[in-house]
């Protein structure tokens, strides 16, 4: 629910704030005070339309600050994503300021956001009805989803239904895909099973292109390493045609038998440690040794390695930047080659498919359809029930329910009637609220939901003015519901009342007490606040609506 909302320059309004509670409030006051700004200020914050001219003259920049409690886990995971946060009292907090120069920003939980961020989080706690939400209702689709919301037994079958639908389109579309580019498919095939086989034939293995790259330097410096290697070796062991002195290990192992063999301590020292540095020669000539050993002897090794390097190239300038990259490759190939299959018989299997998934989504469209007849002829009778309450008796509507193609909103389109016309071209102004006014009657189902009406009452007065009241009272039994409204007997039957006063050039919204609620309507029943009769008649009116909205609660389980 909305908790409260503060408005700072926007339109007359310099800075106002006004809270909520539960039930029905109304928002009353003269033409011109600023009425409207409140219902304005909440198209903003659900995301709506930002207009520069709505700032207040005068004004750098209007914003709106709206406060809303919720327990529901949709409402919690918008705010969570957008990175925002409840308050310390569990709220959120959305917010929306518009610059005069005309660029607008919005905030939640504490959070910069885009404005369709904003609507999507008010999509789940506020609807807002003003005249060009009335002229929505006239759309096929929003009328189809009213077919579909005064029936829970339709969003099981319709999500039934969309999922049939989707694999119907897809398979579909796969066959179409392939029967149209066949030829373009065909050679896109042959161009894979090349690849593969090119690179299955030179057969690269992972990371074999660096390996590769090492092994042929040092092939290109065998010659050079041997010479160095042996010289090293034959200094530390000794070897053949080295004989001028005697070879590093010997002298070293006499050195250190004469260091280990004196009593005196520092010489022994000295010898352990010249027998440490022995036994680390014998580890280098050991490895010296290997070194020489692994040192390739066959000359034509240099020149298949090379040509293997050459093979390895051809594949990574096709196909990706190293043998690592094109193996990844092969793999995606095959994969894909995998799904492409452009026989006959392939497509003849896949043409299988999809007539058995048209047949099932085909099945579940009618299943839809047959609830949908149900639900929309409840519909129409229950509507025509409150228009009839509210001062339209010779008023029926109708919902037909009309084939059309295959969707993914089903088989179905749908066309609310006006004894038995078009809503569009048989319902006035006047009429058209009071039509979506039943409408939100009757689709109240469980509550707890904002709704906002503006201009609800337009071209509405006497007998039909006392039924909107009282229709408004049981629809805020269990949803919170906000008014604006000229009429007394609709102003009668809140739970709340906010007024909308303008002082010179500003106007600011107050909180009524009884006596002042009585007073408003004594002023609203054509100015007559200042005689006893017209307060008296306010009063009785007062008093009649709250006695009636005490039985709606009495009488409305909980």
Same mark, same amino acid.
């Given at each position: 629910m909305l908790v409260d909302i503060t408005i700072e320059d926007l339109g007359v309004i310099r800075r106002s704030t006004a809270e909520f509670s539960t039930g029905l409030t109304v928002l009353t006051g003269e033409t011109g005070a600023g009425k409207t700004m409140v219902v304005t200020g909440l198209r903003l914050l659900a995301g709506g339309r930002a207009d520069a001219s709505r700032v207040r003259d005068g004004a750098k920049k209007a914003v709106v600050e709206g406060r809303f409690a919720s327990d529901a886990?949709?409402? *919690?995971?918008?705010?969570?994503?957008?990175?925002?946060? !409840?308050?310390?009292?569990?709220?959120?907090? @959305?917010?929306?300021?518009?610059?005069?120069?005309?660029?607008?920003? *919005?905030?939640?939980?504490?959070r910069a956001v885009p404005a369709a961020t904003l609507s999507t989080f008010a999509s789940e706690l506020i609807t807002v009805h003003g005249q060009n939400d009335q002229l929505r209702l006239l759309a096929p689709d929003q009328q189809l989803s009213a077919v579909d919301r005064s029936d829970g037994m339709i969003a099981p079958l319709l999500d039934d239904y969309q999922a049939s639908f989707r694999t119907w389109r897809d398979l579909a579309k796969d066959y179409r895909r392939r029967t149209e580019a066949r030829r373009e498919l065909a050679q896109e095939v042959d161009r894979l099973q090349f690849a593969l086989r090119e690179i299955s034939e030179v057969d690269p293995q992972p990371g074999e292109d660096v390996e590769l790259q090492e092994q042929i330097k040092r092939l290109q410096d065998v010659d050079t390493l041997r010479e160095s290697a042996a010289t090293a070796l034959a200094a530390i062991d000794g070897a053949?045609?080295?004989?001028?002195?005697?070879?590093?290990?010997?002298?070293?192992?006499? @050195?250190?038998? !004469?260091?280990?063999?004196?009593?005196?301590?520092?010489?022994?020292?000295?010898?352990?440690?010249?027998? $440490?540095i022995t036994s680390q020669l014998g580890d280098i000539s050991g490895e010296l040794g290997m070194f020489l050993s692994d040192l390739p002897a066959d000359p034509n090794q240099l020149e298949h390695s090379l040509r293997r390097q050459q093979d390895l190239k051809s594949l990574t300038r096709k196909y990706a930047e190293d043998i690592d990259g094109v193996l990844a490759w092969r793999d995606d190939a095959a994969a894909k080659l995998e799904t492409m299959d452009t026989s006959a018989e392939a497509l003849e299997e896949l043409k299988k498919k999809v007539k058995e998934a048209e047949k099932e989504a085909v099945g579940k469209a009618a299943a839809l359809t047959k609830a949908r007849r149900k639900a929309a002829e409840k519909l129409g009778a229950s509507v025509t029930d409150e228009l009839h309450g509210l001062a339209m008796p010779n008023s029926e509507l109708t919902v037909a329910l009309n084939e059309t193609k295959?969707?993914?909103?089903?088989?179905?389109?749908?066309?609310?009637?006006?004894?038995?016309?078009?809503?569009?071209?048989?319902?006035? &102004?006047?009429?058209?609220?009071?039509?979506?006014?039943?409408?939100?009657?009757?689709? @109240? /189902?469980?509550? &707890? *939901?904002?709704?906002?009406?503006?201009e609800v009452d337009a071209g509405v007065g006497g007998r039909a003015a006392v039924e909107i009241g009282r229709r408004l009272a049981r629809l805020a039994v269990h949803n919170q519901v906000i008014v604006v409204t000229h009429l007394?007997?609709?102003?009668?039957? !809140?739970?709340?009342?906010? /007024?909308? !006063?303008?002082?010179?050039?500003?106007?600011?919204?107050?909180?009524?007490?009884?006596?002042?609620?009585?007073? $408003?309507?004594?002023?609203?029943l054509a100015g007559l606040d200042d005689t006893a009769t017209g307060r008296a008649h306010a009063q009785e009116l007062f008093d009649r609506a709250q006695t009636e909205v005490e039985g709606f609660r009495a009488s409305s389980p909980l």
């Open positions: 886990q949709a409402v *919690a995971d918008i705010v969570e994503e957008a990175g925002g946060n !409840a308050d310390e009292n569990g709220e959120y907090i @959305a917010a929306r300021s518009l610059a005069a120069g005309g660029r607008s920003k *919005a905030y939640l939980g504490g053949e045609g080295y004989a001028e002195d005697e070879p590093a290990s010997t002298l070293l192992g006499q @050195a250190t038998a !004469a260091l280990q063999s004196s009593e005196d301590k520092d010489l022994a020292r000295l010898g352990a440690q010249l027998g $440490e295959y969707s993914k909103t089903g088989a179905d389109e749908v066309e609310f009637q006006l004894n038995g016309k078009p809503l569009a071209s048989a319902a006035s &102004g006047g009429e058209l609220s009071r039509v979506m006014l039943a409408l939100e009657v009757v689709l @109240a /189902h469980a509550g &707890g *939901a904002t709704m906002v009406f503006d007394p007997q609709v102003a009668a039957y !809140a739970d709340s009342h906010l /007024h909308v !006063a303008k002082d010179k050039f500003t106007s600011g919204v107050s909180d009524l007490s009884e006596e002042e609620r009585v007073e $408003e309507l004594a002023r609203m």
